[in-house]
Nanobody, 123 residues
């Protein structure tokens, strides 16, 4: 019913920048919280940053000051601007959206994930 598609990953040298995008489509009434997560093979997925529908943000300590999360509510889109990238930022990055799919009460919310996009930072 709802699809999230990430784009913008790739290979970049340390110190470089990338901008990830996530487009949500399908049966969407509104989107509440959105976020970016990352995961290495065999490891647990970790939070990178989150943003509320009102624009309040939260960042992992490891990315604060280097990454910026933003969203365009009109486009149902989420972004992650990543600057000063380090080799330790090499992960698969996933977007997540908490979606209300119907205007009808009780406005049930469902969590959706994208398929992931690889970010590789070379030293």
């Amino acid at each position: 019913q709802v699809q999230l598609v990430e784009s913008g990953g790739g290979l970049v040298q340390a110190g470089g920048s990338l901008r990830l995008s996530c487009a949500a489509s399908g049966s969407i009434f509104c989107i509440n919280d959105m976020g970016w997560y990352r995961q290495a093979p065999g490891k647990q997925r970790e939070l990178v940053a989150t943003i509320t529908s009102g624009g309040n943000t939260n960042y992992a300590a490891s990315v604060k000051g280097r990454f910026t999360i933003s969203r365009d509510n009109a486009k149902n889109a989420l972004y992650l601007q990543m600057n000063s990238l380090k080799p330790e930022d090499t992960f698969v990055y996933y977007c997540r959206a908490d979606v209300v799919i119907s205007a009808s009460y009780p406005h049930m919310q469902y969590r959706y994930w994208g398929q992931g996009t690889q970010v590789t930072v070379s030293s």
